[in-house]
């Protein structure tokens, strides 16, 4: 049985989105921008697209929602716009971030934090959350932009979005919000407080690889990052992906029907699974399951280095994360969980199983057998539970 | 960078059969008790390193005959990923027979060899060639405790690069024999850094006493000093380009060197008032002391002498005035 649990990684493109799409590649397969009919028979299908998208977040007809090639670029683009146009210009100086943040926001901080601008890297608490208040103590006059993420991608943790909001209204600064992880999970309506500018990814949502989106508000014009043939209204250059495109706007229209779905049987099955692992002694969750997005679980098996429980899960059949998968290729622990503050020993503990709508019971049911079965094999093998004579000094709580 | 680098791969397609195997299945994995090394007639040594908030620790457990001090059981606990976990058994199974001060001989670099399919294919990629290291830390570890001596006895000297073993004064030497000046020029000739990185600047996995960026700088200033001293003393420079006090300086040099011994000798000797550019001519103004003054071949054959032997080290132009 192969079961994949990794789906805030990315997910299963639906196929009715890849039967939308599918025509976008040998039929109609002209440019969108040219003057012949190869170019217009492709207008009906992305004005469609463009609709849905606009639709699956509530932006009115003014605002412009800017296809991008994946939110890396979507979340560059914002804040390196805000750096040319405030504060490379010595408008301003100063963004305000999570410090758990994607590292497309993070890189990007520190880069232009390289250039001369003052970054603040907002604290998480011991539950994995932002407090809205610390954006208040960190705004100055010279804020240019604060850009706090929806929902966490590793813990699900969901952030105080609605009153980060507030807050920069009141102090007249610029609110991005990376809505990666809420998309299909949670209701998003930008209408309903208030953001600038909003990222988005397709393939977090059943949708294509190598589409995303920005969001940018009217009146909050941005710079672009890519110049050239002034596609999307000059906003973005390059040639129309219209397969991605059409895709993305299917994905869209999905994730808003399936909602309701995912916000009580995926969310049921979650907590259901969730109760199960936790049934294993010396199992650890950080943030409380009403702050999560409902498809997600980080926890921690005391004395199995993370690493080690996705290979047992591997030759069983079973994807899940230790983390971001952008991070695996390096040596260290869950971010996330450093900045927690969990016990620094159950840092390289974390396992990250996300569901999704595709997920049934029975593939939980036979993840749960595995992990039960993993946890015993691999804390048999680990020095954490392991026999000591008496009178043993451990040297294996201190840091070498 | 280049095409392979482009994609990152799984670091599980690097790990050797060898490797898959002992994670799947540890030979040596499990404990000795007091009874068991008793009924052994052994000593048992338990030794610990390492930490779970660094990602890896490893309990070795060793029971030693005390009249040979050969290794007669081997096992070990470790929490860490496969690597970690492949690479303590290798080197549990390793120090099987040997006595302990055979033991303490093999390094992770023993350990890595011995779980390659193939002599010369690495076992695991280089980023996880650090979670072998800490095989080769327990075993000094427990090393020391059978012989109630300090770790770091067994080291005989500083490594820089734990993963390729490294140390201090090769680094020293390589650097400054082929005048390294990045990281990967130092990693292309000793392999240091080419692992999991740590040791090449402050804030890699792990946290380090001096790091390849420290040596580099290191030689770095050692190199500025000694343009330095060469440049003050104008030894690489030529008179032209000297500022005025290096000219000063070479000047008195070179008069010190081939000239002021001999008026001595006659009880004279000179000083140099100034130095001035003159067109294409450097005129330099000396006032003679003592028998010189006054002397008739101060203002011929002494004089020809001093401005010869000036033009000859410094400069053709050079033309000296007695005042």
Redesign the interface.
Known sequence: MRVYLDNNATTIVDPHVFEEMEPYFVQKYGNPNSLHSFASETHPALKDAMQRIYAGIHAPKEDSVVITSCATESNNWILKSIYFQYILTGRKNHIIVSEVEHPSVIATAKFIESMGCRVTYLPINHEGLVDAQSVRDNITDKTALVSVMWANNETGAIFPVEEIGEICKEHNVLFHTDAVQAIGKLPVDIQSFNVDYLTMSAHKFHGPKGVGALYIKKGKELIPLLHGGSQMGGYRSGTLNVPGIVGMGKAMEQAVDALDFEMSDVKEMRDAFEDELLKIKDTFVVTPREKRTPNTILISFR???G??ML?DL??AGIGASTGSACA??????NPVMEAIGAE??????AVRFSLSRYTTQEELDYTLEVVKNAVERLR???????????G?E??????? | MGMDSLIGGTIWDEYSQKVTDLMNNPKNMGEITEEQAEAMGAKLIVADFGAESCGDAVRLYWAVDPKTDVILESKFKSFGCGTAIASSDTMAELCKGKTVDEAVKITNIDVEKAMRDTPDVPAVPPQKMHCSVMAYDVIKKAAAQYKGVDMESFEEEIIVCECARVSLSTLREVIRLNDLTTVEEITDYTKAGAFCKSCIRPGGHEEKDIYLVDLLEEYEKEKMATAADASASGANLDFAQMTVVQKLKAVDKVIDENIRQMLIMDGGDMEILDIKENGAHFDIYIRYLGACNGCASSSTGTLFAIENILKEKLDENIRVLPI
Do not use: F, V
């Open positions: 004395g199995i280095e690493e080690s290979w591997n030759r695996s290729e390096d040596l260290e622990s620094a020993d159950l840092a390289h503990t048999g093998i680990s020095s954490t539970y392991s026999y000591a004579p008496e043993h451990s040297g294996l709580d201190a840091h070498h």
